[in-house]
C-alpha cells in the first residue's frame, strides 16, 4: 500500500513539473540594443531618403523591415554637443557642453550624469563603443569610465591633425590616436581600413555576447573629413569618394543585420541608425547633401539637425512605416529605458519614451517643442508642431556658391536673422518663406516658449544664465 502511494506521488510530481512552464521559455531576454551613429551625414545620403547616386541597399532594406523617421533631429549642430544628447537623452546646454572639443581638452562629459551604456549596464548588460568618442579625451571623461565596457576607436574627430602639409595644418596636434579600451595602440594617418575594423569589431561583439542582452555603440567616424574608405569601396560611387564612404557604412549596417539574423538575434534586438549632424558644406564634393533642407552643420536650420533615421525591431515594431513626428536624441535614452525596464537617470533629462509613436500607438509628441541650439549657449529656433521659429541670430552660410574641391574647404559668408521668422514646414520644407507676420499668435506662443527655457538653460544671445544647467566635467 505505501508502496502504491509513493508511486502516485512521484507520477503527480512528474505531471505537475512538466506543465509548468520552464524559466527559460517564461522569460524572454531583454532586448539587445544597437545604435549606429555616423558623422556629418546629409539627410538626403540614404537610398531611401531620396539620394539619386549613392547606393544604400542595406540601409533601405532596414527601413522596409522597420520605420523611416522624416522628422528626426540632432540635439545640436556639431559633434561633442550631439553626442552627449544622445548619450544621456539631455538638451547639451543642460550639461554644459557646447561645440566640439579639441585634443588634450580639459572638458568633457561629466561623470556623474548617467549614459545609455551605464543605465543598461546595471540591468546586466553587456556594453561596447567602437568609433568615435568625442566627449572628452582625459581619461576622466574616457568610455571606460561611462558605462562601456569595450572601446575601440579614436577620442575625437578625425581630422584633428595636419591635413595638407602643404597648405599649412588644420588642428597641429599629430598623428591620431586609436584607443583599446585605455590604451593607445597605433597613430593613425591612415584611417582606409578603420570602418572595416569597426564593423569587425561590432560583428565579434555581437558573437561573444548573444546569450546575454548587450548594447553595442557603433560611432563611424566617416563621412566627416578627411573622407577615408577601403580598397573593396573605392570608385564603386557614382557620387565620388563621399559616395564611396556612404556605401562603405552601408555595408557596415548590412554585416551588423547579418550578424544578428545568423545567430537568431534579430527579432529581439533593437537596431537604430541616425547621424550627429547635417553635412559639412563647405567641403563640397567631399561633403553630403541635405536637400532638400536649408543650410548644413554649424546651423540650428534644417539642414543641420534634422537627420536620416530608421529603426527596426521586427518583433516589436510593425514593418514599412514613414512617420513624420518630430522626434530627437535625447528621446532616444528614456525609450531604451522603458524597452529594458531599466532605471531612469536621478539626474534631469529632457528627453521622452517616444516608443508608442514608433509602434503607431501614438501620432502626437509627448513634447510641446523641441529648444534649437548652436554656439555656445545661444538659443537659435524652436520646432513648434509643424512651425519653426528662429530667433535673430548670425548663421554661417555658402550663400548659393559651390563648396571646396579635392578635400579643401571653401570660406563660409555669415547672414543674420535681423528679426524673428516662422516657417511652416509641412508645406515649406526648405524654408523659402518667412510667414511670421501672418501668424502673429504663433509667434507669441512660441515666443512665450522661447522665455520659459531660457529661464532654465539660459541664453548668451540676451545674456541670460539657466537656473537648470549642471557642471560639465572638468580637469586641471
Known sequence: MIKKILLLLFISMCVLSCSLPQTGQQTQKPPNIIIIFTDDQGYQDVGCYGSPDIATPHLDQMAKEGILLTDFYAAQAVCSASRAALMTGCYPNRLGIHGAYMPNSKKGLNPSETTIA???????????????????????????????????????????????????????????????????????????????????????????????????????????????????????????????????????????????????????????????????????????????????????????????????????????????????????????????????????????????????????????????????????????GKWKLYFPHTYRTLNGRAGGTGGLPVDYEYHTFEKIALYDLSKDISETTDVAAEHPEVVAKIQAIGDSIRAELGDALMDKTGTGTRAVGQVN
Not at 591635413?163 to 599629430?174: C, E, N, S, T, V
Not at 561590432?202 to 578627411?226: D, G, M, N, R
Not at 532605471?343 to 519614451?353: S, W
Open 118 to 384: 551605464e543605465m543598461l549596464k546595471a540591468e546586466g548588460y553587456a556594453t561596447a563603443v567602437y568609433g568615435k568618442w568625442h566627449l572628452g579625451d582625459h581619461p576622466s571623461f574616457m568610455p571606460n569610465k561611462q558605462g562601456f565596457d569595450d572601446y575601440f576607436g579614436i577620442p575625437y574627430s578625425n581630422d584633428m591633425w595636419p591635413l595638407h602639409p602643404q597648405q599649412g595644418p588644420i588642428f597641429d596636434f599629430g598623428p591620431l590616436p586609436l584607443y583599446e579600451n585605455e590604451t593607445i595602440i597605433d597613430s593613425l594617418r591612415d584611417q582606409s581600413l578603420l570602418t572595416t575594423q569597426i564593423t569587425e569589431r561590432s560583428v565579434e561583439f555581437i558573437k561573444k555576447h548573444k546569450t546575454q542582452p548587450f548594447f553595442l555603440y557603433i560611432a563611424h567616424p566617416q563621412p566627416h573629413v578627411p573622407l577615408f574608405v577601403s580598397d573593396k569601396f573605392k570608385g564603386k560611387s557614382k557620387r565620388g569618394l563621399y559616395g564611396d564612404v556612404i556605401m562603405e557604412i552601408d555595408w557596415s549596417v548590412g554585416q551588423v543585420l547579418t550578424t544578428l539574423k545568423e545567430h537568431n538575434l534579430d527579432e529581439n534586438t533593437l537596431v537604430i541608425f541616425t547621424s550627429d549632424n547635417g553635412p559639412w558644406l563647405n567641403y563640397g564634393e567631399h561633403a553630403g547633401s541635405a536637400y532638400p533642407l536649408r543650410e548644413g552643420k554649424g546651423t540650428a536650420l534644417e539642414g543641420g539637425q534634422r537627420e536620416p533615421c530608421i529603426i527596426r525591431y521586427p518583433s516589436k515594431i510593425q514593418a514599412g512605416r514613414r512617420i513624420d513626428i518630430p522626434m530627437m536624441a535625447i528621446d532616444i535614452l528614456p525609450t531604451i529605458a522603458h524597452l529594458t525596464k531599466a532605471t531612469l537617470p536621478t539626474n534631469k533629462i529632457d528627453g521622452k519614451n517616444i516608443w508608442d509613436i514608433w509602434t503607431g500607438e501614438a501620432i502626437q509628441s509627448p513634447h510641446e517643442a523641441y529648444y534649437f541650439y548652436y554656439r555656445q549657449n545661444e538659443l537659435h529656433g524652436i520646432r513648434y
